[in-house]
């Protein structure tokens, strides 16, 4: 039983059939990345941003999904999400972007999209572009990691949380499912970090924003990074596992409950990570995460006006139990 609503959930009530995720790696870089913002990244991102490098190996989407829908043959799903993870998805020309959608299109059995991107690499003419893709359901994934512009600064992201809203604007009125990222964690000046009650404030804002899903983790620190740099230097102290635990059930809470949470733990690879290490088992971390709502007797969205007095709908409970035997 889910205490809170998840992708997969939201994807069954979409498609009515079970629906699989495919990583799709498109050759794109980030500005901040290139010279053209900054050559270092954000503090906490190794310079793989994540990739595969298989479209650098010349593996074209086609090959690339055929690929993975084989590793996924004995899987039930029969259906597809195109998934572009990698460094910032629509930085390029439009035309560029125009004929990678192109592309998604031709992908058999993809029934949808999941571009992740940086704000700053969007305008109306992509978000329009993105909008009209004739998939099911087209996701959008922001990274944004704080709403707080001391964090953005320091973690060099390269645009502030105005810039962010600016264009989140621009997907209202669309049919384009927002997702944005925060990090439990991250370091605003040398020696400080992100306190827990601060984090709850980035729920509080997530609120109130035109958007449809969060994904929620702590900050890492990887090998070959800034932050790994301050690590060493004794400037950076990771958090503990009890913290993590205790404050992303407490967000969860105040999260609204129609809030789609696409994660509440990180997918990087074990190999690339420093610390924090209890981070990597990813599978114990949501099941204590699990039980840290159902010993406070909560879900996402308890502590939510709309949440507070009704379970959700999508919060399948025992029948034989009763709302009363959760508060
Ligand atoms: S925007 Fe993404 S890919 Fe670019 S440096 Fe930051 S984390 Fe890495």
């Not at 090959?63 to 259906?79: A, D, V, Y």
């Not at 400080?192 to 929620?216: C, D, G, W």
Request: with cysteine.
């Amino acid at each position: 039983m889910n205490r809170f609503y998840t992708l997969s959930t939201a994807l069954r009530q979409i498609f009515n059939k079970p629906v699989q995720k495919i990583p799709l790696d498109s050759g794109a870089t980030c500005p901040n990345r290139d010279s053209t913002l900054s050559t270092k990244g954000c503090i906490f991102c190794n310079d793989s941003g994540t990739s595969a490098g298989l479209f650098d190996k010349g593996t074209s989407f086609e090959k690339q999904w055929l690929h993975w829908k084989n590793e996924l043959k004995n899987n039930k799903s029969k259906h597809f999400i195109a998934y572009l993870q990698s460094y910032s998805n629509t930085y390029m020309p439009f035309e560029k972007l125009q004929a990678t959608c192109q592309q998604l299109i031709k992908l058999n059995d993809a029934v949808g999209v999941s571009i992740a991107t940086r704000p700053d690499c969007l305008d109306l003419e992509k978000i329009e572009l993105i909008d009209n893709l004739p998939f099911d359901f087209i996701q959008l994934d922001l990274g944004l990691q704080s709403s707080f512009d001391k964090t953005l600064n320091f973690i060099n992201r390269g645009h502030s949380v105005k810039d962010f809203e600016k264009i989140l604007l621009l997907t209202k009125n669309t049919r384009i499912f927002v997702c944005v990222h925060f990090m439990l964690g991250l370091p605003y000046e040398y020696g400080k970090r992100e306190s827990s009650k601060e984090f709850l404030e980035h729920m509080t804002y997530v609120n109130a924003l035109p958007i449809q899903s969060v994904k929620l983790h702590n900050c890492l620190v990887l090998k070959n990074t800034p932050l790994a740099k301050l690590y060493a230097d004794k400037q950076y102290v990771p958090l503990e596992e009890a913290e993590y635990i205790e404050t992303i059930g407490e967000a969860l809470q105040i999260l609204d409950p129609r809030m789609v949470v696409k994660r509440i733990n990180t997918d990087t690879s074990n190999d690339d990570c420093i610390a924090p290490l209890w981070a990597t088992n990813k599978a114990q971390l949501l099941r204590d995460i699990q039980h840290y709502l159902i010993d406070a007797k909560a879900w996402q969205g308890a502590k939510h006006p709309l949440g507070k007095n009704t379970l959700p709908a999508w919060f399948q409970h025992d029948s034989s139990q009763n709302f009363k035997d959760y508060i």
